[in-house]
């Protein structure tokens, strides 16, 4: 099975930066799509980045120009560098897989921005 375990979260003043991990065990294939989600309290989770195999990435509106997903396709790892942050990014953030017609998703981590 597949497995996804975040990493990096923790707290950071307003205009700070953060980076998030993710690791994956089990068997992945291409093609497929890793990314980042987040949801803050009372809200819907939102899709934050995703990156293809290939390398194609898309961002939120909120946050593009100031995040930036990469991967390493030998370690199937994906990372979220986050830099300006600001107190509305304030969420737990999940880490996804999509592959063969399913989402996995990690335990996801707290990033916190202070004011």
């Known amino acids: 099975q597949v497995q996804l375990v975040e990493s990096g979260g923790g707290l950071v003043q307003a205009g700070g930066s953060l980076r998030l991990s993710c690791a994956t065990s089990g068997t992945i294939f291409s093609p497929n799509v890793m990314g980042w989600h987040r949801q803050a309290p009372g809200k819907e989770r939102e899709l934050v980045a995703q990156?293809?195999?290939?390398?194609?990435?898309n961002y939120a509106d909120s946050v593009k120009g100031r995040f930036t997903i990469s991967r390493d396709n030998a370690k199937n790892t994906v990372y979220l560098q986050m830099s300006s942050l600001k107190p509305e990014d304030t969420a737990v953030y999940y880490c996804e897989l999509f592959q063969r017609g399913y989402t996995y998703w990690g335990q996801g981590t707290q990033v916190t921005v202070s004011s």
């Open positions: 990156i293809t195999n290939r390398g194609s990435s």
